[in-house]
């Protein structure tokens, strides 16, 4: 188990004044760490970093200082700030201010889960974690403060074809709505174009629209089936059938057995 530094950060030096004034002197919380002393957690939702965004937070801390700790357990395993963390990394860093606490990987599934910028798949496997760990999705939406429902439409997103999961993990602007619209079609092919049509930009309600117009073409209502049955009805009366060439007899009687085919099944219902 590392020593964690006691001293207060107002206390800390970090070896020259430019590295020391990242730590943002003015709303120093915490306690300050060496940053080897610091380890990221294996269990961590988080899978992919964006680097554009990780330079940006990176450049706000070089213009502004590290404003909120890093937050590690007592092995400095962190709990929360992996970003931030890494961030420090890439500055330089020598020591980090840290919130330590007693933790575990719930402590840092739950503080990232309740992130607005996680990506839907890395939800879904934080949330699967937690599973794994006995807890009911009841309870997970509990620890989160969201409703269960969310819970469990995160987890469907593990069931999606593993080739599209390992794209869309980098694709940063796909929402959850989206891609369980991919698990709403029939074959891997469908599957495989809606997943092209939202990397196009294609919107979740928009793929809604064309699933519920491609049902629509595919149904009959009642009314129109009873109508047209009782069309077949009284059309059946009117056929000569003396008059048709055996061809035709062929292709009559085998449609006629089909259809009466369907047609017991559908009474047998009734």
């Known amino acids: 188990m590392p020593k964690f530094v006691t001293r207060t950060i ?25 940053i080897d002393e610091i ?13 554009d965004s990780l330079a940006t937070l990176t450049e706000s801390i070089r213009q502004h200082g590290l404003i909120n700790p890093i937050t590690v357990d007592e092995n400095g395993r962190i709990l929360a700030g992996e970003r931030r963390y890494r961030a420090c990394v890439a500055l330089g860093m020598r020591e980090v201010p840290v919130i330590r606490m007693s933790g575990s990987l719930e402590v840092s599934l739950v503080e990232n889960l309740q992130r607005q910028d996680l990506h839907p798949l890395e939800e879904a496997r934080g949330y699967q974690t937690l599973a794994d760990a ?11 403060g969201k ?14 074809p593993a080739d599209i999961q390992a794209e869309c993990v980098t694709s940063h602007n796909v ?28 919107s979740a309600r928009a ?40 061809s035709e007899k062929r292709t009559l009687k085998t449609h006629v057995e089909h259809a009466l085919a369907r047609l017991t099944s559908l009474l047998g219902e009734l």
């Open 10 to 34: 107002s206390q800390g030096r970090t070896g020259d004044d430019e590295i020391r004034n990242l730590i943002a002197p003015d709303k120093r919380i915490g306690k300050l760490v060496p």
């Open 207 to 246: 793929l809604k629209q064309e699933r519920s117009e491609a049902k629509r073409r595919g149904q009959i209502t009642p009314r129109v089936f009873i109508n047209r049955v009782r069309s077949f009805s009284a059309d059946a009366g009117k056929i000569d059938v003396a008059r048709l060439s055996d």
């Open 147 to 160: 409703d269960r429902s969310v819970v469990t439409h995160s987890l469907r997103l593990l069931d999606l």
């Open 175 to 202: 929402t959850k709505d989206q891609l369980l619209q991919i698990l709403g079609a029939d074959t891997p092919e469908q599957q495989r174009q809606i997943w092209e049509d939202i990397k196009a930009g294609k």
């Open 39 to 51: 380890t990221p957690n294996p269990g961590q939702p988080r899978r992919h970093f964006d680097p």
């Open 134 to 144: 006995g807890y009911t999705h009841e309870q997970i939406a509990a620890r989160i």
